[in-house]
């Protein structure tokens, strides 16, 4: 049985700690950054919940699209590449699906409030 929370458990609290104990407090600037660090937070708790799964589907997208192995960074060069080079139609429905999908995954980490993002994946799982 594991008894410590986890590093999004610790995230939520520590955020939820500033906005409803710290902020409070203050004014100004201070209380500014302070909402500033409660968003990062939350924006790293996402990354921490959502991004391995992100990543996992972002390389196995581009390894069919492209035909090619490797990490992420030199797939993603080698799209760039390929793109630059014409040999992309940049009209292929496996490489609009594949920048639709990519796009959608970093607005879940980067900004899930966007109204586009929320009308875009509404009632689809995993909303964050």
């Not at 906005?19 to 937070?41: D, K």
């Not at 996402?46 to 990490?71: F, H, K, N």
Request: net charge negative.
């Amino acid at each position: 049985m594991r008894e410590q929370p986890t590093a999004v458990e610790l995230l939520d609290i520590v955020a939820e700690f500033l906005r409803a104990e710290v902020l409070p407090a203050l004014s100004g600037r201070t209380a500014f950054h302070t909402r500033v660090a409660a968003n990062v937070l939350d924006m790293v708790r996402r990354e921490v919940a959502l991004g391995p799964g992100a990543l996992v589907g972002e390389a196995e997208r581009l390894r069919s699209l492209l035909g090619s192995d490797g990490d992420v960074a030199d797939l993603n060069h080698e799209l760039c590449e390929r793109i630059a080079g014409g040999d992309v139609d940049l009209f292929d429905a496996d490489l609009l699906d594949h920048l639709w999908k990519t796009t959608i995954d970093t607005v879940a980490i980067d900004q899930p409030k966007y109204a586009t993002y929320r009308r875009a994946t509404a009632g689809e799982p995993g909303d964050a």
